[in-house]
């Protein structure tokens, strides 16, 4: 073999070892398989636990099985709370469904607070309240940094016997309130155990 055949076959392996090594190389720097051979879409968003609603996260609905009170309103609108559960962070969470079993479409605009700094929180539960009245205390439902409640928005445009999940976040009422009103504006308060 001569001088020529060998160098043009010691370059071919080389070449042919460099790509194998490029192609090992960019295949362990991921693939973006999270090991269950699925590939995300580029487009997706960040997995999330908590549901969506104007970019916020809300709180995943409560047990729909369990009542601990319920609100009826004018024109057939009710609501059934399912918890109200007190967290270590200070906060407490009411969960609920909200159905319309009128026979028009249901809008929240009564419901939002009249607060300046909530005006964003329209058709929502930003004017809830817990009261505790052995404590002579209202609690408002808080808002985050952005000036929105946390709570349930965009309460509008509910059909006839058409349900959605509803919550509003309070801060707590001291460790030895077990129970308080709640309170939507339009509708009769309710009494409610609070959990945790």
Same mark, same amino acid.
């Given at each position: ?6 160098? =043009? ?27 269950? %051979? ?33 609100? =009826?309103?004018?024109? %057939? ?24 079993? %009128? ?10 607070? =009249? ?17 505790? #009245?052995? %404590? #002579? ?37 001291? #460790? ?21």
């Amino acid at each position: 073999m001569s001088m020529r055949h060998t160098t =043009k076959a010691r370059r071919g392996a080389a070449a042919l070892a460099l790509a194998a090594g490029l192609a090992l190389a960019v295949g362990g720097c991921g693939s973006g398989d999270d090991g269950d %051979g699925k590939k995300p879409d580029d487009d997706s968003p960040p997995k999330s636990t908590a549901a969506k609603d104007d970019g916020r996260a809300q709180e995943p609905a409560a047990d729909s099985s369990k009542s601990i009170g319920e609100l =009826k309103g004018p024109n %057939g609108v009710e609501v059934t709370l399912h918890s109200a559960v007190r967290d270590s962070g200070g906060f407490v969470t009411v969960s609920g469904t909200l159905t319309n079993r %009128g026979s028009e479409m249901f809008f929240a605009l009564n419901w939002s607070s =009249k607060e300046q700094e909530l005006a964003k929180s329209r058709s929502s539960l930003s004017g809830a309240s817990l009261i505790d #009245k052995a %404590g #002579k205390k209202r609690y408002l439902v808080l808002r985050d940094t952005d000036g929105l409640c946390l709570c349930t928005t965009g309460l509008s445009g509910i059909k006839p016997n058409e349900s959605r999940p509803v919550f509003a976040q309070f801060p707590a009422p001291p #460790k030895d309130v077990k129970e308080v009103d709640f309170q939507i504006p339009t509708m009769p308060s309710v009494s409610i155990e609070l959990s945790g």
